[in-house]
Structure formats: structure tokens, C-alpha cells
């Protein structure tokens, strides 16, 4: 089976950068996504990763490493609406998307 | 255009009630998928569905049903609600199996919330 690890929270100012980190132990991986929730709201998709190396979509970017089993997003010029959880998901084998548990971002002012 | 729509948004039962939980998408997407979520657990997946006519257990699968008669629509049925079922349900649909990259990402309702007394 697929697991992800993902901190449960993280805190950031606003017009800081955060780091949300990724490890995942799967097989026939083939791809990296996250999502982002708002309280309240449905998951939405925000970016992908099959390769290595970093991705940029504006303000967010994610970041894969295969070798390591490891990604990351990273979200610059916090604003007070990128309050939300983050999840990362990993794409494997002839699997559903599995996610992990979740990262609950606050940014404060 | 309306994506994927999900069907009540809230809904209360007391223990051993029945009821289907609908979901529908315009999308003529293959796949559909049926999550819960409760705080801290993330989104696991229900049941899932690669095509009209087929269904496929996911990570929490016992005491659920669930049906794909058409293909733009997909039922999930508790028979017999317990209290361990409250939760918010999400519906979510793809074009691919390979679902969750750029140009196939999964497509989620606006959720279900279901609290059982």
C-alpha cells in the first residue's frame, strides 16, 4: 500500500514563505499532487510533480524528489486567505489517489 | 457548467437509519470516487468506480454501498448508519485512472455533511 507523512500544522507570517514537506512510501509511483482546502470548502488542485525538480504556478511552487521520496510545497508572499489545509497526494500504479493526512496553515499578521 | 454536485449537502440520521447519498457530475468523466473525511484523517477513500456498471472497495469500505447505473451519476448507500459514520463525504470524479496531474486532476463536490445520533 501507499503512506504519506505531512506535519499535522504549521504557522507562517503573512508575506513570509512556508515549506509544507511530503515523504511517502509507495510503489509504481508515478506522480506527486497537492490540493488545498479551505474550512468549509472541497479540495482543489494546485499542482503536480512527475519529475524531479521544482514546478512554479505563480506564487505556489512544488518541489519532487524521486530518489528520496520526498516533495514539498512552497507557498511565498503569504496572504491571510492561503489559510487552509494542504494535502498531498500521490498518484501509484493502477491506484486511486491516495492522500495524506493533511497540513493545517495559519498565517497570521 | 456545473462540475460535480452532490446531493443533500446536510443530513442528520439517528443510529440504524438508511439513506443514499447522490452524486452527480456533467463532466463525462470514467471515474468517480466516494471519500470521507474527519479531522486529522484526511480524505480516505470509500469505494471508487473506473466506468458505468463498475464498483471497487477503497480503504473503508464495511458498513457501504454503492452504485453506478449511469455514468454520470454515483449512489452511496449506508444501510444501516452508526454513529462511527458521521463525517463529511466527498464525491469526486476524473477523466483517468491516472488521476491527480495537471491536465487530470480529480474533481470534488462541495461535501456531505452526515451526522448520525
Known amino acids: 500500500g501507499q503512506s504519506l507523512e505531512q506535519p499535522s500544522e504549521v504557522t507562517a507570517v503573512e508575506g513570509a514563505i512556508v515549506q509544507i514537506n511530503c515523504t511517502y512510501q509507495?510503489?509504481?509511483?508515478?506522480?506527486l499532487s497537492w490540493y488545498q482546502q479551505h474550512d468549509g470548502g472541497a479540495p482543489t488542485f494546485l499542482s503536480y510533480n512527475a519529475l524531479d525538480g521544482l514546478e512554479e504556478t505563480g506564487r505556489f511552487s512544488s518541489f519532487l524528489s524521486r530518489s528520496d521520496s520526498y516533495g514539498y510545497l512552497l507557498l511565498q508572499e503569504l496572504q491571510m486567505k492561503d489559510s487552509a489545509s494542504y494535502f498531498c497526494?500521490?498518484?501509484?500504479?493502477?491506484?486511486?489517489?491516495?492522500f495524506g493526512k493533511g497540513t493545517r496553515l495559519s498565517v497570521i499578521a | 457548467n456545473a462540475g460535480v454536485t452532490q446531493t443533500p449537502k446536510f443530513r442528520v440520521l439517528k443510529t440504524g437509519q438508511s439513506m443514499t447519498l447522490l452524486c452527480a457530475q456533467d463532466m463525462n468523466h470514467e471515474y468517480m470516487y466516494w471519500y470521507r473525511q474527519d479531522p486529522g484523517m484526511g480524505l480516505r477513500l470509500i469505494h471508487y468506480?473506473?466506468?458505468?456498471?463498475?464498483?471497487a472497495k477503497g480503504e473503508v469500505p464495511d458498513g457501504y454501498n454503492v452504485s453506478r447505473l449511469k455514468k454520470q451519476n454515483f449512489l452511496l448507500g449506508l444501510e444501516s448508519a452508526a454513529p462511527s459514520q458521521t463525517s463529511v463525504y466527498f464525491c469526486?470524479?476524473?477523466?483517468?485512472?491516472?488521476?491527480?496531474?495537471?491536465?487530470?486532476?480529480?474533481?470534488f463536490g462541495d461535501g456531505t455533511r452526515l451526522s448520525i445520533l
Open positions: 497526494a500521490v498518484i501509484a500504479g493502477n491506484t486511486p489517489l491516495v
Open positions: 509507495t510503489s509504481g509511483f508515478y506522480g
Open positions: 469526486a470524479s476524473s477523466y483517468s485512472r491516472r488521476a491527480g496531474g495537471p491536465n487530470q486532476p480529480q474533481h
Open positions: 468506480s473506473v466506468g458505468e456498471g463498475t464498483t
